[in-house]
């Protein structure tokens, strides 16, 4: 595994409200990272240092609780797209061994009368923890205004206007998971906490997780750890964006392995923000990426129809 950086460290202030020079200079450096590696590590989001840690300590409230307890919070027929999704119910696609870990989500609330509300299941709240749903939204809220400059940084790296993305991913379909990597008290079958994936969506934000094992996969077939310096957190390419620009950003292949045997009895807390857009939006490649030496990689579908299909392959949706 490789230890050299790799993973270029970015400031979003550059963009928000730099000169026009720091504005150009992040739009290449957050491009390029987007286009060689996948992966990035930005500062100054829209979201405080006391969300972050009283969101988490909610959310290591609600895993410490039993079983019974938590399996009150999960929905049948939502795909865990909503409320608790319990242990061992998702695995990576193509992989026959589930994860090794437990997640709640919480997806888009609709406050000015979109119709779109009307596709989306409400959220799932937990009555005797009301800071856990408050942090919640306001960390949802949070990562939804950061990832959106940060989809208007690669429009701009992509020769679209600079607002490209903004109707397309307002009330978009963006859901916060909060992850639970429970202690490994036997040897696993063969599964590792999460397997080797790629994500659906446009961009993931995730905040900094409570314990190592974040790896992806180079080019020349390398894992390499992923580590944000303090105060950034980690942003990469998801499938849709991905699709979108025909291959030019690359959804990179990343995983979660197990530590140490002495570190087994830790558990890990993660919290990524899955940014999606609105499920009629058309992934068809855009045609500023397709030419002689990068023939058309992928056929038209709907942001909707392509999750489902996602869905199904990691064992969420059943067909």
């Not at 026959?96 to 437990?102: C, G, I, T």
Request: proline content about 6%; charged content about 25%; hydrophobic content about 35%.
């Amino acid at each position: 595994m490789s230890t050299t950086s790799l993973v270029p460290a970015l400031d979003l202030a550059h963009f928000i409200s730099g000169n026009p020079d720091q504005k150009k200079q992040f739009v290449r450096d957050l491009g390029n990272a987007f286009s060689n590696v996948g992966f990035a590590c930005v500062k100054n989001i829209a979201v405080t240092t006391s969300t972050i840690d009283s969101f988490y300590n909610s959310v290591r409230d609600f895993f410490n609780q039993p079983t019974e307890y938590k399996k009150k919070f999960e929905v049948p027929g939502l795909a865990g797209q909503r409320g608790y999704t319990s242990f061992g119910k998702e695995q990576a696609k193509g992989s026959e061994v589930p994860d090794l870990k437990e997640f709640w989500q919480i997806g888009q609330t609709v406050e000015d009368g979109d119709p779109i509300k009307n596709q989306y299941p409400d959220n799932v709240s937990i009555d005797d923890n009301p800071g856990f749903n408050q942090y919640g939204r306001d960390l949802y809220k949070g990562f939804e205004e950061s990832g959106k400059y940060l989809l208007r940084a690669i429009a701009l790296y992509l020769n679209l206007d600079e607002f490209y993305f903004d109707d397309k991913i307002h009330n978009g379909n963006s859901i916060l998971r909060a992850i639970h990597y429970p202690p490994i008290t036997q040897e696993p079958k063969s599964a590792i906490r999460a397997e080797a994936h790629e994500d659906i969506n446009l961009i993931t934000l995730l905040v900094g997780a409570s314990a190592e094992g974040l790896q992806l996969l180079t080019m020349d077939n390398q894992w390499h750890e992923v580590v944000a310096p303090e105060g950034h957190i980690v942003i990469n390419v998801g499938d849709m964006l991905q699709r979108l620009t025909n291959n030019r950003m690359v959804s990179t292949t990343h995983r979660v392995v197990n530590p140490p045997k002495e570190k087994w009895m830790n558990p890990r807390f993660s919290i990524p923000f899955f940014l999606h857009p609105r499920s009629d939006m058309d992934l068809t490649c855009l045609s500023s990426c397709v030419d002689e030496k990068h023939p058309l990689a992928y056929s038209p579908i709907t942001a909707g129809d392509y999750l489902n299909e996602r869905l199904i392959e990691i064992g969420l949706l059943k067909k």
